[in-house]
């Protein structure tokens, strides 16, 4: 049974840092590209960042570069996302996924709320 389960998201002062978890199981991971995707209230999905499967290439959204950085332990089959600057606009639910060919998985999601 294939499981994204994403932890560390909670409430933050604009400028706090959150690093973010998604722990897999059920598939190959490191045969996965995996990535970060968030939902703001009222908007659509945004593709957040990805890496490939073995970690040694990235890509952020325009808006989190140089403040986002997504990493992977292929060895605990785990997906980080380390945010740092934290802002009001980055307020959404953040969900890992994994792709490969024509698969596709992924979680529910973590709620991060930037707020003072």
């Known amino acids: 049974q294939v499981q994204l389960v994403e932890s560390g998201g909670g409430l933050v002062q604009p400028g706090d840092s959150l690093r973010l978890s998604c722990a897999a199981s059920g598939f190959t991971f490191n045969y996965y590209t995996m990535g970060w995707t968030r939902q703001a209230p009222g908007k659509g999905l945004e593709w957040v960042a990805g890496?490939?499967?073995?970690?040694?290439?990235?890509g952020y959204t325009d808006s989190v570069k140089g403040r986002f950085t997504i990493s992977r332990d292929n060895n605990k089959n785990t997906l980080y996302l380390q945010m740092n600057s934290l802002k009001p606009e980055d307020t959404a639910v953040y969900s890992c996924n994994a792709a490969r060919l024509w698969l596709d998985y992924w979680g529910q999601g973590t709620q991060v709320t930037v707020s003072s």
């Open positions: 890496i490939n499967s073995n970690g040694d290439s990235t």
